[in-house]
């Protein structure tokens, strides 16, 4: 069996208060999809939907995308694992495919979340973790991650700066990202001005400024065999490496809280399947919900050993001129986070890096890139390599 | 006639909102009013679990005991939210920790009149049942 390629990308920009209804904005990702790789609705043999549920009112969102983007009567269906939707899409799009079932594949992702108010959302989130015996508690995102930031201070000295600093890094691409929602500059100063809404508590000790925000976006990747990916694209980009795995849902599960399990387990089993290690990745993609996270993804992916995620920030080696440039669209942190187009949208990213199509956002000729994508607190990860 | 069915829903008064109403360790609830927080353990295998399960996933027995949660954990980690999903806006603000018993941890929150400066990690803690204003039940973890 042959090599499995993407050979189109796209994602509408993620903004607040999308004008229009859920079909309307995942059509959006579709087009750009479908245009970027130059194929007609009669080529897709099949489609996933992905998005985490509640958000909007629809049951089973893949009949009616179906239907609006013309891909009846082909196979359709919605899959969810929270905020790693799409990558897992991405993941059972590569089975089909390489399985022979299919010959090209549409993974969509979206997610409107503006049709709730924040603290709904909050609710929702938290039950994305165990609502039987933690939610009661009152449990929210970013109280869990705060959980993680607090342990991962006292045992290695990340300090509330270096946090801040992570923010400033997405700030700096985030302006430059024409998708993104939040396109100003931040300083650090920001985050000990009382005045200054970056600084505000959240759940401590992350603030506002550590938080990414909810979104409404779509995303949209196109997947095909071999053949199909070398008559049809110029520049496909190959799936060379997945990894996936999950953990507890109940902290009580857990026994790591300075890193995710979930992103050191399957970037070990995607590093293995790609024949690659973590110095060979040029560009990377990592799940920064918040300012934590991307610190966390730094150590859990191998590209410094646990601990040490704080000083690759401090030397900028993440930014794009540095050794291993990360989220170099802005991350979640400027792009705003439509859960279910998230991960289509790191996709996105790595894919036109790879194809040194990223404008502004392009690092000097990369030719393996890394996509984590992580779903609930540490939930659900999933790692992607992905190669020229 | 047929009589109407009685529902077991008990656990409808865990937590300021309980999410689920229904559950086959219901007795948790019963524990809780008689100031009791309890986990269970397999009589099959011997393996504890907290938060209490009515099936063991080692040997698929579900042969079930409780047994008390007693002594002192060490706090693992905490935070404390200035902000509240829907529902629990009158509990605000509030923290959220893991306590660490060793065999098996503890997801709860930290007393609330315990000041956020006196919290440290790695402190030994203890569970006790605590009433809500709302007239529910949870644990919190106070000071030993």
């Not at chain 1, 489609?47 to 549920?53: D, F, G, L, Y």
């Not at chain 1, 000990?192 to 505000?200: A, E, K, Q, T, V």
Request: with cysteine; hydrophobic share 40%; charged share 25%.
């Amino acid at each position: 069996m042959g090599k499995v390629a993407i050979i189109g990308v796209g994602q509408s920009a993620f903004v607040r208060g999308y004008p229009g209804s859920i079909r309307e904005l995942a059509f959006v990702g579709f087009k750009g999809a479908m245009q970027d790789a130059q194929v007609s609705v009669k080529d897709i043999d099949a489609s996933i939907i992905c998005s985490a549920p509640e958000y909007d009112k629809q049951r089973s969102p893949s009949g009616v995308f179906a239907e609006y983007f013309g891909l009846i009567p082909q196979p359709t269906c919605y899959l969810e694992s929270l905020c790693s939707s799409t990558s897992m899409g991405l993941r059972m799009a590569y089975s089909l495919v390489k399985s022979g079932l299919h010959d090209i594949v549409a993974v969509v992702g979206f997610q409107k979340m503006s049709e709730i108010s924040s603290a709904e959302s909050q609710e929702r989130m938290g039950r994305g973790a165990d609502i039987q015996w933690e939610s009661p508690f009152g449990t929210m995102m970013p109280a869990y991650y705060a959980m993680f930031a607090r342990a991962h201070m006292e045992k290695y000295g990340t300090t509330l700066d270096d946090l801040a600093l992570i923010r400033v890094k997405a700030a700096t691409y985030g302006q430059i990202n024409e998708k993104a929602l939040f396109r100003k500059p931040v300083a650090v100063e920001m985050f000990s001005d009382p005045d200054h809404f970056m600084s505000g508590p959240v759940s401590s000790p992350l603030r506002v400024g550590d938080c990414c925000a909810n979104a409404d976006g779509s995303s949209c990747i196109i997947v095909a065999n071999e053949e199909k990916a070398m008559a049809l694209c110029k520049k496909p980009v190959w799936i060379l490496g997945l990894g996936a795995a999950s953990a507890s849902v109940n902290m009580t599960g857990r026994d790591l809280f300075t890193g995710l399990a979930v992103a050191r387990d399957a970037s070990q089993q995607a590093y293995k399947m790609a024949g690659v290690t973590p110095k060979d990745i040029d560009v990377a993609e990592v799940h920064d919900c918040f300012t934590v996270s991307e610190i966390m993804a730094y150590e859990d992916l191998g590209f410094v050993k646990p601990g040490e995620g704080k000083e690759l920030i401090r030397s900028k080696e993440t930014y794009k001129e540095g050794s291993i440039p990360v989220n170099v669209d802005g991350g979640l942190l400027s792009k705003g986070h439509p859960i279910g187009a998230t991960g289509g949208s790191q996709i996105r990213t790595i894919v036109l890096e790879l194809r040194n199509e990223a404008g502004e956002m392009q690092v000097k000729k990369p030719e393996i890139g890394l996509v984590h994508n992580i779903g609930g607190v540490g939930l659900y990860g999933v790692v992607t390599i992905l190669g020229r | 006639m047929s009589e109407k069915k009685e529902i077991d829903d008990r656990f409808k008064k865990f937590g300021t909102v309980s999410f689920a109403s229904v559950t086959k360790v219901n007795d948790f609830i019963d524990f809780l009013e008689k100031d009791k927080v309890m986990g269970t353990r397999c009589k099959d295998c011997g393996v504890a679990f907290f938060p209490p399960r009515a099936d063991c996933y080692q040997c698929f027995s579900s042969d079930i005991e409780w047994f008390e949660i007693s002594g002192k954990g060490k706090l693992l980690t905490y935070s404390k939210l200035k902000y509240a999903p829907v529902g629990f806006e009158n509990d605000l603000p509030y923290c959220i920790a893991l306590l660490d018993y060793g065999d098996y941890k503890i997801f709860g929150r930290i007393a609330s009149n315990i000041p956020e400066d006196k919290i440290e990690l790695g402190m030994e803690m203890k569970v006790v049942v605590n009433k809500l204003p709302n007239g529910q039940l949870n644990f919190v973890f106070d000071k030993v």
